[in-house]
């Protein structure tokens, strides 16, 4: 897997394009406003379900208790912060973060729907969260840091936001663990995804981008040193479905 180019050299990738640093945020932001309004019934169609299995796992991992202050960031349509809402209880608090005001448009509607009317819906980038040092017990990106520009910003600015021992799960697809797998999965998503999302959501580009994303994401060990770059400790791999998906724990022990 080829590596994201440096952010702060000034480019960096868009899938497999290599694009301005500026151009980015931009197109990704039209990905997402674009899918928004299809982006639930495409994750189930898309994963067959099993993103369900993989949220439930990152949910479980967090470990939230009552009383515990929690940030979802780019939280989209709020299937981890409706969990950790229940988690945390009346006397926790729990905020969801998404740069996309769709996509927040989206949560919002989710979230209500499921009688869930007190996770403030925030929008913020990942790389600069307007949150003081020390907010939060434990936060979360699910399937968002690969749309961040500059990983390493966003890494820095959600381990600055957690309280001294509070962690820090990053839940995203990673490099499968087999070569064989990793034949079909390629398969699959060149071929499938693009199709799947022109027949469904009429958009087969933005699921060129998000296979093409998931290629060039860093795999487990790459982001396993990234986070510890941040400032985490103790940082966990946990692999999922041989690797398709990853989630990494790491904490903030100062
Ligand atoms: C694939 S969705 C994941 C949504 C949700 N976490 C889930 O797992 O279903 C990626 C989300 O990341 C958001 N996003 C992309 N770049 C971001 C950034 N720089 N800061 C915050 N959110 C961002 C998008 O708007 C989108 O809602």
New binding site residues.
């Given amino acids: 897997m080829s590596q994201p180019s440096d952010p702060r050299k000034g480019y960096t990738h868009f899938g497999f394009e290599e694009v301005p640093v500026g151009d980015k945020?931009k197109r990704?932001?039209s990905v997402?406003s674009s899918v928004?309004s299809k982006?639930?019934v495409m994750?189930d169609l898309m994963s067959m379900g099993v993103?369900r299995i993989w949220?439930r796992f990152a949910i479980d991992l967090a470990g939230v208790r009552a009383g515990e202050r929690v940030l979802?960031?780019?939280?989209?349509?709020?299937?981890?912060a409706r969990e950790f809402r229940k988690a945390a209880g009346p006397k926790g608090f729990v905020a969801l973060?998404?740069?996309?005001a769709e996509?927040?448009g989206q949560?919002r509607e989710r979230l209500a729907d499921k009688g869930v009317v007190d996770v403030p819906l925030i929008q913020?980038?990942?790389?600069k969260l307007p949150f003081a040092e020390g907010s939060f017990d434990c936060i979360t990106?699910?399937?968002?840091l690969r749309?961040?520009?500059d990983k390493d910003a966003?890494l820095a600015s959600m381990t600055k936001a957690l309280k001294p021992g509070g962690r820090l799960l990053v839940?995203e697809f990673s490099k499968p663990l087999n070569a064989g797998l990793s034949k079909v999965y390629d398969q699959y998503s060149f071929k499938l995804l693009p199709l799947m999302g022109r027949l469904v959501a009429n958009d087969a580009d933005s699921y060129r981008y998000?296979a093409e994303s998931i290629r060039m994401h860093p795999d487990q060990a790459t982001l396993k040193g990234m986070m510890e770059n941040a400032g985490l400790s103790r940082v966990q791999v946990y692999n999922l479905t041989g690797g398709i998906v990853a989630v990494h724990r790491g904490y903030n022990l100062g």
């Fill in positions: 945020q990704v932001g997402f928004a982006y639930d994750n993103h949220k979802d960031v780019a939280g989209g349509t709020g299937d981890l973060a998404d740069i996309n996509m927040l949560g913020a980038n990942a790389e990106i699910g399937f968002g749309n961040v520009t966003a839940l998000l």
